[in-house]
C-alpha cells in the first residue's frame, strides 16, 4: 500500500471536520437578522437571504456525506493492510496515524519519551520504502 492511499482517509477526515464546521458555522448565521430601520428606500432585485442559506446548507451537507461514504469505502483497505502489519509497535504507529487520524506529535507522546515527531514519521516511512 502506498502513502497516498494510506494518507486518503486521513485526507478525507479532514475535509469532513472542516465541512462541518463550516456547515456549524453558516447554521448559525440563520438566525433572524435585525432590520434595517433607516428610512431609506430598499435597492430592486430583493434577495432571499435565508432561503440561498438554506440552499447552500443542503449543497454543503450532501457533499459531507459524500465523504463520509467515501471514507467508510476506503477504511476497510487500510485497516486490513494494519492488521497484517507483524511488528506491534509499527501496527500502532500506522493505526494511530491512518485509522484514528492522529497526529505524528500526538503518536510519539503515546509511544513515550524516546520518540519524536520526526522520528516516528520516519520510522513509518521507512517501513513503507522496505515493504514496497
Same mark, same amino acid.
Given at each position: 500500500?502506498?502513502? *497516498?492511499?494510506?494518507?486518503?482517509?486521513?485526507?478525507?477526515?479532514? *475535509?469532513?471536520?472542516?465541512?462541518?464546521?463550516?456547515?456549524?458555522?453558516?447554521? *448559525?448565521?440563520? =438566525?433572524?437578522?435585525?432590520?434595517?430601520?433607516? =428610512?431609506?428606500?430598499?435597492?430592486?432585485?430583493?434577495?432571499?437571504?435565508?432561503?440561498?442559506? %438554506?440552499?447552500?446548507?443542503?449543497?454543503?451537507?450532501?457533499?459531507?456525506?459524500?465523504?463520509? %461514504?467515501?471514507?467508510?469505502?476506503? /477504511?476497510?483497505?487500510?485497516?486490513?493492510?494494519?492488521?497484517?502489519?507483524?511488528?506491534?509497535?509499527?501496527?500502532?504507529?500506522?493505526?494511530?496515524?491512518?485509522?484514528?487520524?492522529?497526529?505524528?506529535?500526538?503518536?510519539?507522546?503515546? /509511544?513515550?519519551?524516546?520518540?519524536?515527531?520526526?522520528?516516528?514519521?520516519?520510522?513509518?516511512?521507512?517501513?513503507?520504502?522496505?515493504?514496497?
Amino acid at each position: 500500500m502506498t502513502v *497516498q492511499e494510506l494518507s486518503r482517509y486521513l485526507t478525507l477526515r479532514k *475535509q469532513i471536520d472542516e465541512d462541518k464546521e463550516i456547515y456549524e458555522n453558516m447554521c *448559525q448565521k440563520m =438566525g433572524p437578522a435585525s432590520p434595517s430601520l433607516s =428610512g431609506m428606500p430598499h435597492t430592486p432585485g430583493v434577495r432571499d437571504k435565508v432561503g440561498d442559506l %438554506a440552499a447552500d446548507l443542503a449543497d454543503l451537507d450532501a457533499g459531507i456525506k459524500e465523504l463520509e %461514504a467515501e471514507a467508510e469505502r476506503v /477504511l476497510p483497505a487500510i485497516e486490513e493492510f494494519c492488521v497484517s502489519i507483524s511488528d506491534p509497535r509499527m501496527r500502532l504507529i500506522f493505526r494511530l496515524r491512518f485509522v484514528r487520524c492522529r497526529s505524528w506529535a500526538e503518536i510519539a507522546g503515546t /509511544l513515550g519519551r524516546y520518540y519524536t515527531e520526526a522520528g516516528v514519521c520516519k520510522m513509518a516511512y521507512n517501513y513503507l520504502k522496505k515493504i514496497a
